[in-house]
């Protein structure tokens, strides 16, 4: 059974970890220059903790106007939950806990579909840390500064240090 309910944004733990910078964009300027009522969100509620299965741009939009609470359909735990909740962990691996965590992890497509491709192979904090590792990183912030500022460079070492084109192709030599 899906229930409406206000949820606090500071109980969301967000399901991505990365915001695509043009769409969130086009999602402020619709919210500021239409009054736009943001659509509720889906996801589950388990203890204190809202997991959306959707709406984490909204749910930033929101908390970066100061609003405090989102509208929200909580949905009873089904076959689709555990999904849901292995995204939320991920998040977690990649440094994502709270919604306010999202407000600099704002990104251009091109880093944004890059950093999901490598994080779309990491099943396990090993195979980050792994990850880290090869490249001397300690943080995922350290990723997206080398994905953002230095993608040539690191395309680079990736190259002659592994052989292979990509990040991706390094990952999977790595963790495999």
């Known amino acids: 059974m899906t229930q409406l309910q206000e949820i606090k944004i500071s109980q969301i733990q967000p399901t991505e970890f990365l915001i695509p910078e043009d769409r969130f964009n086009s999602l402020m300027f619709l919210y500021e220059k239409t009054s736009l009522n943001v659509k509720p969100i889906h996801g589950y509620l388990i203890e ?17 106007k100061g609003l405090e609470t989102i509208p929200a359909y909580v949905n009873s735990l089904d076959e689709f939950a555990d999904d849901v909740l292995e995204l939320a962990e991920m998040t977690k691996l990649c440094g994502v806990s709270k919604v306010s965590h999202l407000k600099n992890r704002k990104v251009a497509e091109k ?11 990491i099943r396990n904090k090993e195979d980050l ?4 590792d090869a490249f001397g990183l300690s943080s995922f912030e350290e990723l ?24 991706s192709e390094v990952l999977n030599r790595v963790i495999r």
């Open 129 to 132: 840390n792994n990850f880290f």
């Open 144 to 167: 997206m500064y080398k994905i953002t500022n230095e993608y040539e460079e690191s395309l680079k070492i990736c190259k002659e240090v592994f052989g292979v084109k990509s990040y």
């Open 111 to 121: 880093e944004y579909n890059s950093l999901r491709e490598i994080t779309d192979l």
């Open 48 to 64: 204190d903790t809202f997991v959306p299965e959707d709406g984490n741009n909204r749910s930033l939009l929101l908390y970066e």
